[in-house]
């Protein structure tokens, strides 16, 4: 049986559903090449090298959870990644805030990393809050260290940390919500050195765990997803989808 991108992207949206992207993003199938698919090669981002390696394994499709194309484009050549994927016939299927906020997504797989348990939604419907054992934001600092990557770094909380919520990637600025919701500490990929701040102020643990480590693991949980929804299909994780980022 032939399966078409358009075959993977209803499953996709079915995961992912595009109702749930904020109004400024850009989902969906963002590459067409026309071909019908054999493999699929999963990834947060798409750059050069997941490309090079898609292309390697005879991956007709990315599934990403960045989108490739974002802003919209005035020129295109080879040497832009939409072009290069163009130019070796490789479709790309990108799901981002939909992939943040669905059930299974993104700040899910990130609740269950951290031990987050009776999960509520918050943060425009992408970050998770709940409970935990009784912890230390230091705790949670080595636990992403080990499990998401390194570059960790945190603020402690003036009390113990019991409640955690989690937004994936760029969720710094919603500190203050989460402390509204009763968190003790808020885990995320990016916060700027004034949230940090006032989270030292407020009392509030802040861990800082890297955009790449906090949403990383989502391109497996796709890749198993996927497999058990096309099992005549090649389905891989990208090897070469790396933290952009060296750490000392």
């Given at each position: 049986?032939?399966?078409?991108?358009?075959?993977?992207?209803?499953?996709?949206?079915?995961?992912?559903?595009?109702?749930?992207?904020?109004?400024?993003?850009?989902?969906?199938?963002?590459?067409?090449?026309?071909?019908?698919?054999?493999?699929?090669?999963?990834?947060?981002?798409?750059?050069?090298?997941?490309?090079?390696?898609?292309?390697?394994?005879?991956?007709?499709?990315?599934?990403?959870h960045?989108?490739?194309?974002?802003?919209?484009?005035?020129s295109?050549?080879?040497?832009?990644?939409?072009?290069?994927?163009?130019?070796?016939?490789?479709?790309?299927?990108?799901?981002?805030?939909?992939?943040?906020?669905?059930?299974?997504?993104?700040?899910?797989?990130?609740?269950?990393?951290?031990?987050?348990?009776?999960?509520?939604?918050?943060?425009?419907?992408?970050?998770?809050?709940?409970?935990?054992?009784?912890?230390?934001?230091?705790?949670?600092?080595?636990?992403?260290?080990?499990?998401?990557?390194?570059?960790?770094?945190?603020?402690?909380?003036?009390?113990?940390v019991?409640?955690?919520?989690?937004?994936?990637?760029?969720?710094?600025?919603?500190?203050?919500?989460?402390?509204?919701?009763?968190?003790?500490?808020?885990?995320?990929?990016?916060?700027?050195?004034?949230?940090?701040?006032?989270?030292?102020?407020?009392?509030?643990?802040?861990?800082?765990?890297?955009?790449?480590?906090t949403?990383?693991?989502?391109?497996?949980?796709?890749?198993?997803?996927?497999?058990q929804?096309?099992?005549?299909?090649?389905?891989?994780?990208?090897?070469?989808?790396?933290?952009?980022?060296?750490?000392?």
């Open positions: 049986m032939i399966v078409t991108v358009q075959d993977v992207l209803a499953e996709m949206r079915r995961i992912a559903p595009p109702e749930l992207a904020q109004s400024w993003d850009n989902v969906g199938l963002l590459v067409d090449a026309g071909r019908p698919v054999s493999g699929i090669l999963t990834a947060l981002d798409i750059t050069p090298a997941v490309v090079s390696e898609a292309d390697v394994l005879g991956c007709e499709l990315i599934v990403s960045h989108p490739v194309i974002f802003q919209p484009l005035k295109l050549s080879v040497k832009d990644v939409p072009g290069m994927l163009m130019h070796k016939g490789i479709s790309a299927i990108c799901m981002h805030t939909n992939l943040d906020a669905a059930e299974g997504g993104v700040n899910d797989t990130l609740a269950d990393i951290l031990g987050i348990r009776d999960t509520q939604v918050f943060a425009d419907g992408c970050g998770r809050i709940g409970m935990v054992d009784e912890t230390t934001a230091a705790h949670l600092a080595k636990l992403c260290q080990t499990t998401l990557g390194p570059g960790v770094h945190y603020v402690e909380a003036d009390h113990p019991t409640r955690v919520a989690e937004v994936s990637g760029g969720g710094g600025s919603y500190w203050q919500e989460a402390l509204e919701l009763g968190a003790d500490c808020l885990v995320t990929g990016e916060a700027s050195h004034h949230v940090a701040c006032d989270a030292k102020r407020c009392g509030i643990g802040l861990v800082v765990a890297g955009h790449w480590g949403e990383h693991p989502i391109a497996a949980v796709l890749k198993n997803r996927l497999a929804a096309f099992p005549d299909l090649k389905v891989e994780s990208a090897e070469t989808d790396r933290d952009p980022y060296t750490y000392f």
